[in-house]
Structure formats: structure tokens, C-alpha cells
């Protein structure tokens, strides 16, 4: 059966929609400095003002194999999140993150039967996030630690659809797909199954004026796809809704990474992140996944009557990442400027990005490009500048 695609699809990606969607690579080091930090809740104990965060991403893609192409794009809130410290209580702070997502309809033609197929579908698995971080006492105020409770949700659904036959049958054929309109569509919902414990994530975070290190884990959680499925022929005729469910683990996380600040305003970031399947089925024959990351930023004043140029942060940032498929790649390179809005520290940041993911059979390579806006801080709640 051959099947040709006849319209676009919308979607941050076609590579993955086959397991629970993309997670992207990440796209600036807000592992290391700034913000709160899904993989790295210690950062947030250096911090002593309430800060508020939301990120909106755009991401245009164009899907090829052979001599075919789809255009894909997707426009997300990726995460939200606020920064609260407590002074010598510590730090609390919640996030909620996109963590897979997949967003599609792509229109089709089965040429063997002559008949237009149409699939939407949308799977998306979400956390919440609250953490709490404390600074070390004494001589070990530069070490922070940080832990997270991981609170997992989502739901998916997918219509397909296969219209009438645009052929016509011989009679004792005829009862193939002759005016009727067959609908298959699937309803489900996420929730996580593993013991209670394993949705804590930790991380260790070391901070001076010139050099920040962190490293943090996150184990493994099993969770559980509650499936409905029903089919209809044409309007009327549905037939009794059947249930099953899937088991499904996330993968264990471990990351570590590296900030240098050298000449007083020259910042280098580096960052590793490792993904463990443990034989799930999202990891699609390739039991690890792994992203290097590299940033390089020149950091401003922040003073609202410095000049633009030396008041606002200006960079460029790199990765490479392979991905939970097999033979799945991606390169990418964002230039990004982070502007300081007013007197209260508000900060606005703006990047384009692009890169290529790179597949082989039977998943399509993607070049893509994008943009990202991210806003910190909201009237009197505002940034400032690390203790010491």
C-alpha cells in the first residue's frame, strides 16, 4: 500500500510521533545560571528575590524521504515557572514543563485504493514541579542542595479516518470501503505508577563569582497509558468501546555541567545530559540518549542608562544531541540576547535557532528553524544578582 501525503501537518516534529512525541534538545544554559531549572532545583538557593518565568516557542520544520516533503510547525508554552526564597529557610520554587508533545494532522491518499485517509492526533505528558533548595551552612555556603517532586499528567488522541472510494467496486467487492466512512479513534490519559519515591529528583550545585558546577539525578518512573478505542461506520453505526492499557518507563536523568565567567564579562557553558531507557519501549532499540550543549555569552551591565550594547546579554549556543530513536541525530546552533526591561530587572529573552535532525529508514530528516521568547520577572518582581 502506498500512501501519499497531500497537505501539510502541524506538529514539532514528525521523528517520534510513533512513541509519545519530541522532547527537544535544550536551547540555552539556563541549566547553569539563571532561572528556575526543571534538571537542577539547587540553583534556585542562590537566588533572593522572587522571580516569575514563562517561555513561548515557535518551530517550523520541513520533513523529507526520497523526493517527498511535509511542512511541519508547532507554537508551544514549553514552561512556566516562579522562584520564591525564604532567606535562611531556603528556597521554594514550582514549575510546570511540556515534557513530550506531538501535534498532528496530515492528510493522505491511498493510492491502491483510490480513497482519502486523513489522521489527527495530539499526545502531550506534562510535570509539575515544586522543589525546595537550601544553601550549605558555614564554610560550605557555596554548595546548594535541591530536590524536586515530579508530578506527572497528560492525555493523547488520535482520529483516523478513511473516507469513501473514489472507485467504483465490482459488487462482491463493493463492501470494502463503497460509501462507507470508516472512523477509528483512540482517547487516553497518563498517570504515573512507579512507588512514590522514585518522582523525587536531586541535584548538587557549587556557585563562586567566577565558576558555577552542578550535577543532579533523576530516577527512572513507570507510568501508565489508560486506552478507549472505538470504530464507526459512517454516522451511526459505532461499535462497543474496547479499553486496554500500556506500560511505559521514563528514562532515568542524569546531567552535569560547567559555567566559567573570565574577563569580567565573558561566560562559557558547558553541558552534558544522559537519558537511560532500561529496555522501554520509547527507546526504540537505542537504550541511552545523550545532548552535549555549549554556550558562549557576553553579559551586560544591566543598568537601564548604560548604553544597549553594554547593558543587555548577547550569545550563541551549539548541541548536539542523539535522540531515544535509533539512528537519530540533531545539530543546532541558537543566536539569543537577553534584554533588560525598566528599572526592576525584568528581563526579556530572545533567540533563533536552527539545526537538522538527521534519521534514517523509516524516519523522515528534518531541517528546522525557530524562535523563542522568554520573559523573567513581572512589575516590582524582578532578577537580581546572585549572593556574594
Not at 523529507?64 to 520564591?84: A, E, G
Not at 506531538?102 to 489527527?120: G, K, M, P, Q, V
Not at 546531567?255 to 545530559?273: I, K, M, P, T
Amino acid at each position: 500500500m502506498f500512501l501519499l501525503a497531500v497537505c501539510a501537518s502541524s506538529a514539532a516534529s514528525l521523528i517520534g510521533t510513533d512513541a509519545l512525541g519530541m522532547e527537544p534538545a535544550p536551547k540555552n544554559a539556563v541549566i547553569i545560571r539563571n532561572g528556575f531549572v526543571s534538571q537542577n532545583p539547587a540553583i534556585n538557593a542562590f537566588e533572593n528575590k522572587t522571580k516569575f518565568g514563562t517561555v513561548i516557542q515557535f518551530e517550523y520544520a520541513v520533513a523529507r524521504k526520497d523526493t517527498n516533503s511535509i511542512s511541519v510547525n508547532s507554537f508551544t508554552v514549553p514552561s512556566i515557572s516562579m522562584v520564591l526564597p525564604l532567606g535562611f529557610l531556603g528556597t521554594f520554587g514550582i514549575g510546570l514543563e511540556q515534557k513530550y508533545f506531538a501535534n498532528n494532522r496530515i492528510e493522505l491518499i491511498d493510492t491502491a485504493l483510490n480513497s482519502n485517509i486523513s489522521f489527527s492526533s495530539r499526545v502531550g505528558i506534562y510535570e509539575l514541579l515544586p522543589s525546595y533548595s537550601l544553601r550549605l551552612p558555614f564554610f560550605l555556603s557555596d554548595f546548594a542542595l535541591g530536590a524536586s517532586y515530579r508530578i506527572f499528567f497528560g492525555n493523547s488522541y488520535s482520529t483516523l479516518e478513511r473516507g469513501r472510494s473514489l472507485t467504483e467496486w465490482s459488487n462482491e467487492e463493493s463492501w470494502i470501503t463503497r460509501d462507507v466512512l470508516i472512523t477509528k479513534k483512540e482517547t487516553s490519559h497518563f498517570e504515573a505508577t512507579s512507588d512514590w519515591w522514585r518522582n523525587f529528583g536531586y541535584s548538587l550545585h557549587f556557585h563562586r563569582k567566577t565558576v558555577d558546577y552542578f550535577i543532579s539525578y533523576f530516577p527512572s518512573v513507570q507510568m501508565e497509558k489508560n486506552i478507549r478505542e472505538n470504530i464507526q461506520f459512517s454516522n451511526f453505526d459505532t461499535l462497543q468501546s474496547t479499553g486496554r492499557t500500556e506500560n511505559f518507563n521514563l528514562p532515568k536523568r542524569f546531567a552535569s555541567g560547567v559555567h566559567f565567567r573570565f574577563w569580567q564579562n565573558q561566560n562559557l557553558s558547558l553541558v552534558y545530559e544522559q537519558q537511560d531507557f532500561e529496555e522501554s519501549e520509547l527507546a526504540q532499540e537505542t537504550q541511552k540518549a545523550f545532548s552535549y550543549f555549549a554556550e558562549y555569552k557576553i553579559s551586560g551591565t544591566g543598568l537601564h542608562y548604560s548604553p544597549f550594547f553594554k547593558r543587555n546579554n548577547f550569545g550563541l549556543s551549539a548541541w548536539y544531541a542523539e535522540k531515544y530513536l535509533n539512528d537519530v541525530n540533531e545539530y543546532g546552533t541558537s543566536l539569543f540576547s537577553d534584554l533588560w526591561l525598566g528599572r526592576r530587572g525584568t528581563i526579556l529573552g530572545v533567540a533563533l535557532f536552527g539545526g537538522y535532525r538527521q534519521a534514517k529508514e523509516p524516519y523522515w530528516s528534518e531541517p528546522f528553524f525557530g524562535f523563542k521568547f522568554s520573559l523573567t520577572g513581572v512589575g516590582n518582581w524582578g532578577t537580581s544578582f546572585r549572593r556574594k
